[in-house]
Every structure is written in structure tokens, then in C-alpha cells.
């Protein structure tokens, strides 16, 4: 079983990247009672309904819709999506040590940064940035056992959407085309990072991590955090050994395609919070 070290140290540090940065700004929120008005508990009355499953089903059929006819409709909602991510997710960790108005207008700087200069690098910050404080305001706001069962469920999801139905695949590939892409694009050169955003194409000299496969474990990490931080420095340990189980199962393909990369994210992340709460 080989190991691609030179793309996956790009990895470690861009994965990494999001969950130090999540982490380092759960710990200004739980540090400072002030900013406790920011974050909500919705753990205690938390439950999905039907109505919610039908606003899900509809916002994935609205996606997959769009994926089909990658015209100009297309590249408008899925690159305003991506843009309201970035600025959400980036003004949470900027009204950390910015004023309210700094934070908005560096949250804005941000987005447009990603819109004018569209290359690999500007892409990639501005994702951990925005998953960084999404990821962070998720976690604050459930409780881990909560986000294990999210976890659980998004992974069965994944397998499905991938394998069996390949919606997820069509959706991937229609964000590819609007050049909005959802994750880190990794390349397997560090000048890759240089790259214009129109030459990604997956496969090749490039990999696509999406959102949720790091955004998720963060969820998990952050929440519990609220408990204990080196619990939670060891879930993030146990979040990257998913990262490199990943990795090999897709560099060792024969025929590389593209792969479900959550579950085996989530399932270390998982098993990393029960040995916790064993020990």
C-alpha cells in the first residue's frame, strides 16, 4: 500500500489549518463570557422533523438540478452559496479581535479576494476561514453525542450519494464546471497552488476535498472542546488519522474515481470521542 507523502502532508496542513483555527476560536468563545450571546444551545430541543427533511430533500434536489444544467443560472447560485460560506464562517473568527464593523468589511475583503483572484491558494484560505467559524458555531451549539449520530447518518449518506445514486458525484462535477468548488483543491505540486481555479480538473494533478469531509469532524472536535480541550485535541488526532485512511484508499485505487470521503473521517473521529469518554 503506497503513500503520496507530497500530497498528503498538503493535507495534514490544509485539514489541520481548519481545525487548529476552529479550535483556537472555541477557546476565545468559551474563555470569554461576553461573546457567549454569540453561540446558541440548540442541543436540549434538538430533533429533525419531517418539515425538515423536505426542506433538505428539496435544497439537495435544487443542487443536483442545477449540477444537470451547469449554465449561467448554475454558476450564479452554487458561486453566491460558496461566497455567503466564506463571509458567514470568516465573520465569525474575525469579530474575535475585530470590531464588529472590521470584521464585516475583512469578511468582505475576503470574498472578494476569492472573486478577483481566482487561483488555488486564495480558494483555499478562504475556505478555512469560513469552515473554520461555521464548523466552530456547530460545534458550540450541540452536544457530541448529538454530532456523532450527524456524523454517522452524513456517512451512510455519502455512501449512498456517491456509489449508488452518484448525485453527489453529478453535484461535485457542476460545481467544478461553475468554478465554485466547496473544499480544498489540493494539488500534487506545491506550484499547483498558483494555478487559475478554470484549470482544476480532479483526477488529474489536482484532489478536491469537500466541505463536509472537513467541516464535520471540526463539528465534533469543537463540541467537545466544551468539555475538555485535550479531549478534544485527541479527537482531532483521531480526525487525522481518518484524513490518512482516506488518503491510502484513494491513491491505492487502480482506476482513480471519485470516493466517499467522510465515512472513513467520521468513523476515526467517532471512535477517537468513545475512547475518550472510556478513559
Not at 54 to 75: D, H, Q, T
Request: charged share 10%; proline share 4%.
Amino acid at each position: 500500500m503506497k503513500l503520496a507523502r507530497s500530497l498528503f502532508v498538503k493535507e495534514v496542513i490544509l485539514f489541520g489549518a481548519v481545525q487548529a483555527l476552529g479550535l483556537w476560536t472555541a477557546f476565545r468563545f468559551l474563555t470569554k463570557p461576553e461573546l457567549g450571546h454569540l453561540v446558541q444551545d440548540v442541543s436540549a430541543d434538538f430533533h429533525f422533523t419531517l418539515t425538515d427533511f423536505f426542506i433538505l430533500a428539496v435544497f439537495v434536489f435544487l443542487f443536483i438540478f442545477l449540477s444537470a444544467k451547469k449554465g449561467r443560472a448554475s454558476r450564479f447560485f452554487f458561486r453566491g452559496f460558496l461566497g455567503l460560506i466564506i463571509f458567514s464562517g470568516a465573520q465569525v473568527v474575525f469579530s474575535l479581535f475585530l470590531r464588529p464593523f472590521a470584521a464585516l468589511l475583512a469578511s468582505l475583503a475576503l470574498v472578494f479576494g476569492m472573486v478577483t483572484i481566482p487561483r488555488v491558494a486564495v480558494l483555499n484560505l478562504a475556505v478555512t476561514f469560513g469552515l473554520a467559524g461555521i464548523g466552530t458555531v456547530l460545534g458550540l451549539s450541540l452536544k457530541p453525542t448529538i454530532v456523532v449520530w450527524i456524523l454517522a447518518l452524513l456517512s451512510i449518506y455519502d455512501i449512498i450519494a456517491v456509489y449508488w445514486t452518484k448525485h453527489m458525484v453529478k453535484m461535485a462535477e457542476g460545481m467544478i464546471a461553475s468554478r465554485a468548488i466547496f473544499g480544498f483543491i489540493i494539488p500534487n505540486k506545491f506550484s499547483g497552488f498558483k494555478e487559475k481555479i478554470s484549470t482544476v480538473q480532479p483526477g488529474g494533478d489536482f484532489m478536491i476535498l469537500g466541505s463536509g469531509d472537513i467541516a464535520l469532524p471540526l463539528v465534533l472536535i469543537v463540541s467537545v472542546a466544551r468539555l475538555s480541550f485535550i479531549q478534544a485535541f485527541i479527537v482531532a488526532g483521531f480526525s487525522i488519522l481518518g484524513l490518512l485512511a482516506t488518503h491510502l484508499i484513494f491513491v491505492n485505487q487502480k482506476v482513480r474515481r471519485p470516493m466517499a470521503a467522510l465515512p472513513p473521517i467520521a468513523a476515526l473521529s467517532i471512535i477517537g470521542y468513545l475512547i475518550v469518554n472510556i478513559f
